[in-house]
């Protein structure tokens, strides 16, 4: 605790359960604060410390793709070809699904070989990164953190049916989080008890999910 201009300034953490808010709306949360009294006035505010999260998703591919399948992410088509072609977009199929996986995660985040890896004129990809394959499941990151990422397509055309995304788009596999429209207010609810009220005053719904919001009690 530290001492500022007569108050008492305490950090702590609102545990969050909820998986949305609301535009307009507000949650309820109870946290900690030792030595506050009922009636004493408290003021809260957020920690300028809460990231938003970054949505994910997960792509399965345990068979080696056929020639001139494709997977969607966003906007960008990757085809995989048999004979690599020039062109940004194209992905050599490896002699077996694992230098397949390879070429796919080369090919996305642009640090594999021109003319090996994937087609000459490849580009990074704009909206998303990816991790290398685990057990034939590798995850799709958006670049910008937020409930944005949830909307990034996620499609395929794979002949094998197994080779495959969790969804339609990010956000199966992690949900973007967004913090930065939440207000907090508060008042004492029980003897050393701060009830934070979080409210969305944006015009669209927020993606809190669960996890941690940091919050200021002034006392």
Do not use: C
Not at 72 to 88: M, P, R
């Amino acid at each position: 605790m530290t001492i500022e201009t007569g108050k008492r300034q305490v950090l702590v953490d609102a545990v969050l359960d909820f998986p949305s808010v609301g535009a307009g709306d507000s949650e309820l949360l109870t946290v900690a604060v030792p030595q506050v009294r009922l009636g004493q006035a408290v003021h809260v505010t957020p920690a300028n410390n809460v990231a938003a999260t970054a949505s994910q998703g997960t792509l399965t591919m345990d068979v080696i793709p056929a020639d001139t399948n494709t997977v969607t992410i966003d906007a960008k088509v990757y085809t995989f070809q048999t004979v690599l072609l020039v062109g940004d977009g194209n992905v050599a199929i490896g002699a077996n699904v694992g230098e397949s996986q390879v070429n796919l995660v080369a090919a996305i985040n642009l640090d594999g070989v021109e003319g090996v890896n994937y087609g000459a004129g490849m580009t990074k990809h704009p909206t998303v990164s990816i991790g290398d394959f685990a057990a034939n499941d590798a995850i799709l990151t958006a670049n910008t953190p937020g409930v944005a990422g949830d909307t990034i397509a996620t499609t395929e055309t794979f002949t094998p049916v197994t080779d495959i995304f969790d969804g339609a788009t990010l956000g199966t596999t992690r949900a973007g989080a967004d913090y930065s429209g939440l207000t907090a207010s508060g008042f004492v609810s029980a003897a050393d008890v701060v009830s934070v009220i979080l409210a969305n005053e944006t015009a669209g719904a927020l993606n809190p999910d669960s996890g941690t919001f940091r919050v200021i009690v002034w006392f």
